[in-house]
């Protein structure tokens, strides 16, 4: 295993495949910010609606990307989509940001989905952190603050799914048709955690300090699973989950970012809490590892049923997750897992002649062109943060 090579590749993979296709394909021109969509066989949706999670996540890997590589036309785009998130998805009347614009800008769902909020803080925040713009952390903060107010639950803890625009209760809080509608869950746990813990980074609050760490120890005490290993997914407001489903990338991917905000936090009680169980809830994620090393999406275990599919998400968290225990635990086999996965994703997924990443290969190994090659929910995000993790972490 050449780590410098691994490196090499990443960079690559990120300057010359990912960025451009974001840049080049994405950028709306005649109606400002960036197209909703590219169908999964590259055919462009110029009036699909325009999601908030599709343009924070855009604005978090432009900004980071600059951060790291200092290139200008990272920042261009990156200030493109700030200039979005503060003009367009906040709603000035109410705070918050909105869950989608129609192609022209304007609201058109005005529900105030958590996760979406989340994903917002962590793009300005970002972007704060590469730039220094003080409005982009004014807007992270205010976000923050819509959170701590209208979302957490002071009584029974953690974080109520959604509400309606002007923070009302909202009778359908799912965060896609594929889940539950439960007034708490993992998910959007995780992303708050993870812009909490990136906000932290350039803003040292006391309250958000204090957030931050009691959002790890929800992931601890009652979204782990101590058994199993592996995360829970949906909760009533007293915390009790009735679906046994494991999702094994989000079990990789939480490994880590609960990780990093231990890390971030700098508490060594806290960390000697917190690395057993990165180790144990990676170990049990490491149940959906295929042999070609790929890492498959979900398994029912009162159902008996599994989705085998290889989703582009799952394969970049496995890797990123991977790495972590080698940078941390200096554990080389899972280094190797992170080398074969990444040897998977360049042989199947990454789509050599029209850009970016495929959604998934199936367990028959045919490519999916059904699902979005750029959308609501595939953006340059996962697989870009995967490259810029790599590029950080590895020695040499």
């Known amino acids: 295993m050449d780590v410098r090579n691994i490196k090499k590749e990443m960079e690559e993979e990120l300057v010359a495949d990912i960025l451009p296709f974001w840049m080049k394909r994405m950028t709306d021109e005649a109606n400002g910010g960036f197209y909703g969509?590219?169908?999964?066989?590259?055919?462009?949706?110029?009036?699909?609606?325009?999601?908030?999670?599709?343009?924070?996540?855009?604005?978090?890997?432009?900004?980071?990307?600059?951060?790291?590589?200092?290139?200008?036309?990272?920042?261009?785009?990156?200030?493109?989509?700030?200039?979005?998130?503060?003009?367009?998805?906040?709603?000035?009347?109410?705070?918050?940001?909105?869950?989608?614009?129609?192609?022209?800008?304007?609201?058109?769902?005005?529900?105030?989905?958590?996760?979406?909020?989340?994903?917002?803080?962590?793009?300005?925040?970002?972007?704060?952190?590469?730039?220094?713009?003080?409005?982009?952390?004014?807007?992270?903060?205010?976000?923050?603050?819509?959170?701590?107010?209208?979302?957490?639950?002071?009584?029974?803890?953690?974080?109520?799914?959604?509400?309606?625009?002007?923070?009302?209760?909202?009778?359908d809080m799912r965060l896609s048709d594929k889940d539950e509608n439960e007034r708490k869950t993992m998910n959007t746990h995780l992303h708050i955690l993870e812009p909490y813990t990136n906000l932290y980074r350039v803003w040292k609050d006391e309250r958000l300090k204090r957030q931050l760490r009691n959002l790890i120890e929800l992931f601890t005490d009652k979204i782990l699973n101590i058994e199993t290993g592996h995360l829970e997914l949906f909760f009533d407001d007293d915390w009790h989950s009735k679906y046994h489903i494991i999702s094994y990338g989000h079990d990789i991917e939480a490994s880590w970012l609960i990780h990093e905000a231990a890390l971030v936090l700098g508490d060594e009680a806290l960390l000697e809490k917190v690395e057993p169980l990165v180790e144990f809830i990676a170990a049990a994620a490491d149940e959906g590892l295929t042999p070609d090393g790929s890492m498959i999406y979900e398994t029912f275990p009162d159902k008996q049923k599994t989705d085998t599919d290889r989703h582009w998400w799952v394969q970049a968290e496995n890797v990123v997750g991977h790495v972590n225990l080698y940078q941390h635990f200096d554990d080389e086999v899972a280094l190797r897992k992170a080398f074969c996965c990444w040897d998977f994703i360049r042989k199947n997924l990454i789509d050599e002649k029209n850009g970016e990443w495929h959604w998934s290969v199936r367990a028959d190994g045919t490519v999916n062109t059904e699902d979005d090659k750029a959308g609501f929910w595939k953006c340059p995000y996962h697989n870009g943060r995967m490259c810029l993790e790599v590029m950080e972490r590895l020695p040499f």
């Open 37 to 171: 969509r590219i169908t999964g066989t590259g055919e462009l949706m110029p009036e699909a609606e325009k999601g908030a999670i599709l343009n924070a996540r855009i604005l978090w890997t432009f900004s980071a990307a600059y951060r790291l590589l200092k290139k200008e036309e990272y920042l261009v785009t990156a200030a493109r989509a700030k200039r979005v998130i503060v003009e367009n998805f906040y709603d000035k009347e109410f705070g918050g940001i909105y869950w989608s614009l129609d192609y022209k800008g304007c609201p058109l769902d005005t529900k105030k989905q958590i996760y979406a909020i989340g994903f917002a803080i962590y793009g300005l925040s970002e972007y704060h952190r590469a730039t220094g713009d003080a409005e982009a952390l004014e807007y992270a903060i205010r976000l923050f603050e819509d959170i701590e107010k209208h979302s957490f639950d002071p009584v029974k803890n953690g974080y109520c799914e959604a509400l309606t625009r002007q923070w009302g209760e909202i009778a």
